[in-house]
């Protein structure tokens, strides 16, 4: 059996975020989120529901006044990975 450690297999350190708020953007359509944690290449999300999130969109992380173009790599329950482009 081969176990695999995700947090080894990142290209860069991700840093834990206490509470960031952000808007993930898409269309006319914004929905609140918590940065949980982030990198130079992307971050993890805790969102309410994944229904009707599509696999590209917008982040705002509005405390920091960044944002970010993002492609979903990885969704479990409520929370998802994106990738940064």
């Keep these: 059996m081969t176990v695999i450690d995700f947090a080894e297999a990142r ?3 991700r840093r834990r975020v206490l509470v960031d708020p952000g808007l993930i953007r898409f269309g006319d359509m ?6 949980r944690d982030m990198s130079e290449a992307g971050a993890a999300l805790d969102i309410g529901s994944q229904i009707g999130i599509p696999d590209r969109f917008t982040l705002i992380v509005v405390p920091k006044k960044k944002i970010y173009s993002c492609a979903v790599v990885w969704r479990k329950d409520r929370r998802i990975g994106v990738a940064f482009h």
Aim: charged residues 20%.
């Design 30 to 35: 914004s929905i609140c989120c918590v940065v």
């Design 11 to 13: 290209k860069t350190k």
